[in-house]
């Protein structure tokens, strides 16, 4: 059965960099999509971008260059970093299968001094 | 790329049926057969209930069932029961590889 699972700060200072890895476990990445989604407290999902298991991504014009995403398939996990974080980009951060069919919990991460 | 739009709330009482809409554009509902559909509830990660605009994943009940005509995808709750209240949300794929979500709807089993 596979799981995932988000890793990383819960705190990050405003302009900074925002940093968190999923490791998937009970299963291999080859072969899928691995998604990068998020919501701010009491809104909706946003989507955010996906990474293809040999390294090629796909991300929301929105975020515009903000994002960036690796795979590491070796250790199970995939990355995401978004840049010039405001208060904005708060939010709990989920990671997901292919289009959305498996979950991570989330984590929370807050975008403040 | 804006959100698919969906209504804030709907109710119903146990064993009543209620329909919640999604509509986006020919660009992304009405230029693919790729919606979703998904349960969440409180401090929980979503579920996927409906894929591909009809088809329900192993486990879940059929009284939850999903159509779509146009630019419109409706999900169809029947049979209401207490642990379906939860927020609902739609997604489909907006092109230019790109996924779009709804804004949500708030179920209340009255």
């Known amino acids: 059965q596979v799981q995932l699972q988000e890793a990383g700060p819960g705190l990050v200072n405003p302009s900074e960099t925002l940093s968190l890895t999923c490791t998937v476990s009970?299963?291999?990445?080859?072969?899928?999509?691995w998604s990068w989604i998020r919501q701010p407290a009491g809104k909706g999902l946003e989507w955010i971008g996906r990474i293809y298991s040999n390294g090629s991504s796909n991300h929301n014009p929105s975020l515009k260059r903000r994002v960036t995403m690796s795979v590491d398939t070796s250790k199970n996990q995939f990355s995401l970093k978004l840049e010039s974080v405001t208060a904005a980009d708060t939010a709990v951060y989920f990671c997901?299968?292919?289009?959305?069919?498996?979950w991570g919990r989330g984590t929370m991460v807050t975008v403040s001094s | 790329q804006s959100a698919l739009t969906q209504p804030p709330s709907a109710s119903g009482s146990p064993g009543q049926s209620v329909t919640i809409s999604c509509t986006g554009t020919s660009s992304d509902i009405g230029g693919y057969n790729s919606v979703s559909w998904y349960q969440q509830h409180p401090g929980k990660a979503p579920k996927v209930i409906i894929y591909a605009v009809t088809k329900r994943p192993s486990g879940v009940p059929e009284r939850f069932s999903a159509s779509k005509s146009g630019n419109t995808a409706s999900l169809t709750v029947s049979g209401l029961q207490v642990e379906d209240e939860a927020d609902y949300y739609c997604c489909s794929y907006g092109g230019t590889t790109t996924w779009v979500f709804g804004t949500g709807t708030k179920v209340t089993v009255l």
């Open positions: 997901a299968r292919n289009a959305f069919d498996i």
């Open positions: 009970g299963g291999s990445m080859s072969g899928y999509y």
